[in-house]
């Protein structure tokens, strides 16, 4: 069986030294407030030591960055977090033209059929995931895309409590009840009603 992990990007930061990273649910990745999508990161890398057969593709162009003639791409910077990981550099694809979620979805589709994956293990976090399930559900053109390939959405979050309760439990728990996480959760909950009326605007970069 051919498998692959994917990561489906989220937003950037940058740091005083000019270092381009994912971001921590203290950290807001661009004006969608609060995304949490370094730990797709690191529940990919805890995957990839499971499933040692599997290919690993990082999703994401540079979505709300493409103004910034230096900014990096989402892919590129995950692959680089998935390498310090301890992720073997030739297990990693990217698929870098993506600007958002749809067009992640848009995009992945051709290169898993390209690649010949059967099963697809499809990470993010928790939050985003209704949000996916209804693209893949009202978007008509997008299912017809994704016919034949067998997928899994997979909460990063549920990653790493089981793979270290003690620490990430907690944390996760706490970033859950926060103020920004509620805020990103109205959004999310705002686009699953406007996908189900026909009114999401659908963008591939």
Known sequence: MKLAIVI??????KDKHGKWS?????????????QGDRLRIIAAAILAKKYTHARIIA????????????AP???????RELVTLGVPRR???SESRSGTTFGQFWLLAPLLKALRIQTVLLISNRYHLPRIRAMLQYHRRLRARWQGIKYKLVAAE??????????????????????AMHERMARERKG???I????????IT
């Open 91 to 93: 297990r990693i694809i």
């Open 59 to 70: 999703s994401g162009g540079k979505g709300q960055l493409k103004q910034l003639n230096q």
């Open 22 to 34: 994912t971001t921590t649910f203290d950290e807001r990745g661009g004006r969608f407030g609060v």
């Open 158 to 179: 549920e990653i790493l409590v089981e793979e270290d309760p003690r620490k990430w439990k907690r944390e996760i728990t706490q970033a859950y009840r926060s103020r």
């Open 192 to 194: 699953i009603v406007m």
């Open 8 to 13: 489906l990007g989220g937003g950037l930061i």
């Open 196 to 203: 189900q009326s026909g009114a999401y605007r659908y963008r």
């Open 73 to 79: 791409t989402l892919a590129r910077v995950i692959k």
